[in-house]
């Protein structure tokens, strides 16, 4: 049974940084799609980075490319999502998500391609 568990939310000023992080279980990370989304109050979930291939490829939505870095540790057991740069924008709540690679698209960002969730974590950026 997959079990995703994300740490590291918090409020940040615009600017600063933070680093979430996810702890996982029954995850094979060969195997599997990662990723993290974020949803904010009133909006659809929406994609922000995820890693495929075994972790050997990466993909990011638009609004997040080149202040986010999505990455695993080296037992692949823990997924990373480095924030630098944030904005009052990045105000969500950021979700952990996990698929068996035949399902998730390779790089699709679309949260409909992933069925295993934890339970969120909260980033507030204030300007």
């Known amino acids: 049974q997959v079990q995703l568990v994300e740490s590291g939310g918090g409020s940040v000023q615009a600017g600063g940084s933070l680093r979430l992080s996810c702890a996982t279980s029954?995850?094979?990370?060969?195997?599997?799609?990662m990723g993290w989304f974020r949803q904010a109050p009133g909006k659809e979930r929406e994609g922000v980075a995820v890693?495929?291939?075994?972790?050997?490829?990466?993909a990011y939505s638009d609004s997040v490319k080149g202040r986010f870095t999505i990455s695993q540790d080296k037992a692949k057991t823990t997924l990373y999502l480095q924030m630098n740069s944030l904005k009052p924008e990045d105000t969500a709540t950021y979700y952990c998500?996990?698929?068996?690679?035949?399902?998730?698209?390779?790089?699709?960002?679309?949260?409909?391609?992933?069925?295993?969730w934890g339970q969120g974590t909260q980033v507030t950026v204030f300007a």
């Open positions: 998500a996990a698929q068996p690679s035949m399902f998730c698209r390779g790089g699709s960002l679309n949260p409909n391609n992933y069925g295993s």
């Open positions: 029954g995850v094979t990370a060969t195997r599997y799609c």
């Open positions: 890693i495929f291939r075994g972790g050997d490829s990466t």
